[in-house]
């Protein structure tokens, strides 16, 4: 469980999977999606339905690689092996509210307009 600050960044990583440019097992969208983290917005609250993914409970929202390491930079290459998308990361701000405790976070990747992909994690502010 990662531990940190009210207010303060922490760092997610993922991993790209030649999605870092938008390339889905050979089928090429163009676009990698979005990435999303929810919080329950108040300690050792769960989010337990995806109806909870609302504006009210969204952290932050970014691009999929965004922050990413991949290379060649020719962006016409889109797939392994010639892409090295060796990870994708996204620096989450935690809202400054936040109690000190235990917090229930959810992170969605969504593509073609669809939540496709999460994972929680929890964050123990200090």
Not at 37 to 66: C, M, P, R
Not at 109 to 124: L, Q
Request: charged share 25%.
């Amino acid at each position: 469980m990662a531990t940190a600050a009210a207010g303060s960044p922490i760092t997610l990583m993922f991993g790209g999977n030649g999605h870092s440019r938008g390339n889905f097992g050979g089928v090429e969208k163009g676009d990698p999606g979005r990435v999303s983290v929810y919080w329950a917005v108040s300690k050792e609250k769960e989010i337990v339905d995806v109806k909870e993914f609302t504006k009210e409970n969204l952290v932050q929202d970014n691009g999929f690689s965004e922050e990413s390491f991949a290379y060649p930079a020719d962006l016409k290459v889109t797939a392994p092996p010639a892409l090295q998308d060796k990870g994708n990361w996204q620096t989450v701000h935690l809202p400054e509210c936040m109690e000190k405790g235990r917090h229930m976070m959810v992170w969605v990747w969504n593509f073609d307009g669809a939540n496709k992909y999460s994972t929680c994690f929890d964050v123990m502010i200090e």
